[in-house]
């Protein structure tokens, strides 16, 4: 049952089976009302620093930045590049006290949820960039001094 209520899943990111979240009460509906009155304005925030993020890594030749779709407007929810030997960039970035981490590091196809399903070709992309894929530290209100570090720290990562 615990594995059921938390989307099927026995660790962070492993789902051997199909579960279901429905763990919203009353308080918490009552906070997430509070905070939609914000959400437009973290929203904005965001998306400043994404563009910052994208400016100070533009000249980075080894990392990937994420790409957005024209008449689209994301949140950045999550700002997630695309750097090689990542395992190894993402411990240097530890080390230097920056909290970047791996999103979704198991492909979808691999999970345990999705045994039964008759898997007729491979997913070499998603199965590529589930080695290459860092998130980097975004939230409202991060500062542009706490960016250049990241982007500091991600350069001499990738040295």
Same mark, same amino acid.
């Given at each position: 049952?615990?594995?059921?209520?938390?989307?099927?899943?026995?660790?962070?990111?492993?789902? #051997?089976?199909i579960g279901f979240n429905t763990r919203l009460d009353s308080l918490q509906a009552v +906070? $997430? $009302?509070?905070?939609?009155?914000?959400?437009?304005?973290?929203? %904005?925030?965001?998306?400043? *620093?994404?563009?910052?993020?994208?400016?100070? $890594?533009?000249?980075?030749?080894?990392?990937?930045? #994420?790409?957005?779709?024209?008449?689209?407007? !994301?949140n950045w929810h999550l700002f997630v590049v695309r750097v090689p030997h990542r395992d =190894?960039?993402?411990?240097?970035?530890? %080390?230097? &006290?920056?909290? *970047? /981490?791996? @999103?979704?590091?198991?492909?979808? @196809? =691999?999970? &345990?949820?999705?045994? /039964?399903? %008759?898997?007729? *070709?491979?997913?070499?992309?998603?199965?590529?960039?589930?080695?290459?894929?860092?998130?980097? !530290?975004?939230? #409202? /209100?991060?500062?542009?001094?706490?960016?250049?570090? +990241?982007?500091?720290?991600?350069?001499?990562? $990738?040295?």
């Open positions: 049952m615990r594995r059921l209520r938390n989307l099927g899943a026995v660790a962070k990111y492993d789902h #051997p089976e +906070v $997430l $009302l509070a905070k939609l009155t914000r959400l437009e304005a973290w929203n %904005e925030l965001r998306r400043q *620093a994404a563009a910052r993020y994208q400016a100070s $890594l533009a000249d980075m030749e080894r990392v990937e930045l #994420p790409a957005v779709s024209s008449g689209n407007e !994301p =190894r960039v993402l411990q240097t970035l530890h %080390e230097a &006290g920056i909290r *970047a /981490g791996i @999103h979704y590091p198991i492909p979808i @196809h =691999r999970q &345990g949820a999705f045994n /039964g399903l %008759e898997h007729r *070709a491979s997913f070499p992309v998603a199965e590529r960039l589930a080695d290459e894929i860092l998130s980097l !530290p975004i939230f #409202p /209100g991060i500062s542009d001094r706490d960016q250049e570090r +990241v982007s500091d720290a991600l350069r001499m990562a $990738l040295r």
